[in-house]
């Protein structure tokens, strides 16, 4: 059954504004060879409804928005497949998915609008260039307690910094050498697959920021002067992989052609080889190089000295909790989380954003959405602290959940949190709730 129209006077308004800065953006300039983001359906969450645009077929509970220009089907709450600013399948179409439902996402409708075409992009690059994406997995265990390495990377960034702010070509290529310098010797001391992580993310995550900033006119990006701290490493390449890439427009024009013929290049090579083998001539002073090598060092002390501190944050959250432990050998998988709100902590993986879990007997989904603020820690059963699966998963933060169990499948709902599991026990104590996953009989 069809959900029934929504009529305008809901007003859909902050939604349809989005959708037609979207359209807006798309007209001015071509920003990416092949990429139609018009082609690609957006999902926008605004708190109340999701709405949905240009999709072929909204699936069941889309209704149609009547008198909205352009054309919007509306859903009532948060649709299930729009989790974050990312990409989801809906109604059998992959759509980018934009939430601006908190005051926090209270930017301008163009930013807002150039952060659709960003994920829109992700859709794009799904479908033609699927090797460009890094590993998350390898993120978890990249040596962020490594001094040489984080003071080779900031060394980089200084590095980078200047090449942007040179006037001249020639000043931009001999700045650009310092920087892939400071990479070789950076990359060559870890194992190769946190640089291809690096690699991969900047094509993913860093040419989707710079589409981002074309869509706005914007053809440079901010490295910060304090670059970034030692565990943010995806966060760096937002900044870095466009950085790359506005490099790349100045010193090798047509290099976007290129790529989309060759997608097997990395960004940074395509520098290199543009510059060709010419040693660089310039320099950072002795004395920066010498702080940003104390600073490193201060930092990775700080990192290990303050590992404890997210954990003890988390164990003393008040609230009601629930944890849901696995069964033995059965362990929860992850079926998606949000890369740029984890942090690795004592025991565990800190999630601050989304987690979904599951396994044959059921599955969990954890997100801080408007009306919840909460946080879960899951603990890995191998090496790999989430990616070899998941023995436990702790909630904390939360309201009240009502629970219910009815033979031997067990639900727990609260704000933010749905859990549903079969052959499962239940024991609550205090604001203590605890699902004990069973082994079949």
Known sequence: MCAPEFAAAQDPERALAVEREVERLAAQRVLWPGYDPLAIPLAVFTGERTYLFRHPAPPEGFSPVAGSRPTAFAFQGRHPAVTSNTSAEIGGNVSATLLIDRPGAG??????????????????????????????GDLFLYPIDDVRLLALRRLESAALRRAFDARDTAGAACW????????RERFAAMDSSFSTYERRTELNEG??????????????????????????????????????????????????????????????????????????????????????????????????????????????RPGWRVAVEAAPGKPLWPQG?????????????????????????????????????????????????????????????????????????????????????????????????????????
């Open 337 to 441: 989380f949000d890369p740029l709100n984890v942090e690795r902590v004592e025991g565990g993986i800190l999630h601050t954003r989304f987690v979904r879990l599951g396994n044959d007997a059921g599955d969990l989904e954890a997100i801080d959405e408007a009306g919840a603020d909460l946080e879960a820690i899951t603990e890995g059963v191998g090496p790999h602290p989430l990616f070899n699966g998941v023995r436990r998963i702790t909630i904390a933060g939360l309201a009240k959940p009502v629970t219910t169990t009815e033979g031997g499948k067990v639900t727990v709902r609260a704000p933010g949190l749905t859990a549903q599991f079969k052959s499962a026990g239940l024991e609550v104590k205090g604001t203590e709730v605890l699902v004990r996953l069973e082994s079949p009989k």
């Open 107 to 136: 930017k301008s409708t163009t930013d807002l609008a150039a952060v659709a075409l960003h994920e829109a992009f992700h859709v794009y690059q799904r479908q033609h260039h699927t090797s460009w994406s890094g590993n998350e």
């Open 176 to 183: 650009a050498r310092l920087a892939l310098g400071y990479r």
């Open 207 to 316: 040419l989707a920021a710079y589409v981002q900033l074309r869509a706005t006119g914007t053809a440079t990006v901010e490295i910060p002067a304090a670059e970034f701290p030692p565990a943010r490493i995806r966060d760096r390449t937002y900044v870095i992989g466009p950085a790359l890439a506005f490099l790349l427009d100045r010193l090798r024009p047509g290099w976007q052609a290129a790529l989309e013929a060759d997608d097997k290049q990395y960004l940074d090579r395509m520098l290199e080889s543009a510059l060709g083998q010419k040693p660089a001539r310039c320099a950072l002073a002795a004395d920066e190089i010498e702080r940003i090598e104390k600073t490193a060092k201060a930092d990775v002390a700080a990192v290990i000295a303050a590992r404890g501190e997210p954990r003890d944050a988390f164990d003393a």
